[in-house]
């Protein structure tokens, strides 16, 4: 059974840094492609950054040079690690991944920064 389950997040200053987790089960995260999307309130999901299989990296013009994206292959897991955080990146996170043409969410995160 495929499960994203996260970890993370919650409150920080302007400046701050967060990192968030996402745990995988019932599949191995080097075999996918894994994306973290954010979405704040009342607009659109956004693609935040993406870690392809063959060990790449896609980081949003948003985020670059603050937010990271990673995964541990022992410990099946993805991470996003956000730096220099502005109150614009305030956002429920998530991670996906998809399988089979059929996309697979984690609970999501909620992050907030305070100017």
């Known amino acids: 059974q495929v499960q994203l389950v996260q970890s993370g997040g919650g409150l920080v200053q302007a400046g701050g840094s967060l990192r968030l987790s996402c745990g995988a089960s019932?599949?191995?995260?080097?075999?996918?492609?894994m994306d973290w999307y954010r979405q704040a309130p009342g607009q659109q999901r956004e693609l935040v950054a993406i870690?392809?299989?063959?060990?790449?990296?896609y980081t949003a013009d948003s985020v670059k040079g603050r937010f990271t994206i990673s995964r541990d292959n022992v410990k099946n897991t993805v991470y996003l690690q956000m730096n220099s955080l502005k109150p614009e990146d305030t956002a429920v996170y998530y991670c996906?991944?998809?399988?089979?043409?059929?996309?697979?969410w984690g609970q999501g995160t909620q992050v907030t920064v305070s100017s």
């Open positions: 870690v392809y299989s063959r060990g790449t990296t």
């Open positions: 019932g599949f191995i995260v080097s075999d996918n492609d």
């Open positions: 996906k991944t998809d399988i089979s043409y059929r996309d697979f």
